[in-house]
Nanobody, 121 residues
Framework: QVQLVESGGGLVQAGGSLRLSCVAS????????MGWFRQAPGKERELIAA????????FYEDSVKGRFTISRDNAKNTGYLQMNSLKPEDTAVYYC??????????????WGQGTQVTVSS
């Protein structure tokens, strides 16, 4: 079993920045891809960023390219999502997830509880 705990969400003005963290415990985290998802009210959960087990390759959804950066520190069993130039449309609950594979694309089977990000205009 893997437990994932996100933190770093909050309320920020448009144009501001936040850094989300995802700490993993339990079974191995470092050998697997990880992803960040978000779900806005009334919308489906969407994958916005993902990273391979060693950080060698990343994926970004078009709406966050150039603004968000995904990274990980396997020694700390922690993943990060740096979010810059935030927009009101980035408002959502953000979830981290562990993939079933070390590479991308992956299927995600362990999820955190989510952290709320609210961007005011």
């Amino acid at each position: 079993q893997v437990q994932l705990v996100e933190s770093g969400g909050g309320l920020v003005q448009a144009g501001g920045s936040l850094r989300l963290s995802c700490v993993a415990s339990g079974r191995t985290f470092s050998n697997y891809a990880m992803g960040w998802f978000r779900q806005a009210p009334g919308k489906e959960r969407e994958l916005i960023a993902a990273i391979t087990w060693n950080g060698g390759s990343t994926f970004y959804e078009d709406s966050v390219k150039g603004r968000f950066t995904i990274s990980r520190d396997n020694a700390k069993n922690t993943g990060y999502l740096q979010m810059n130039s935030l927009k009101p449309e980035d408002t959502a609950v953000y979830y981290c997830a562990r993939g079933r594979t070390f590479s991308l694309p992956s299927v995600y089977d362990y999820w955190g509880q989510g952290t709320q990000v609210t961007v005011s205009s």
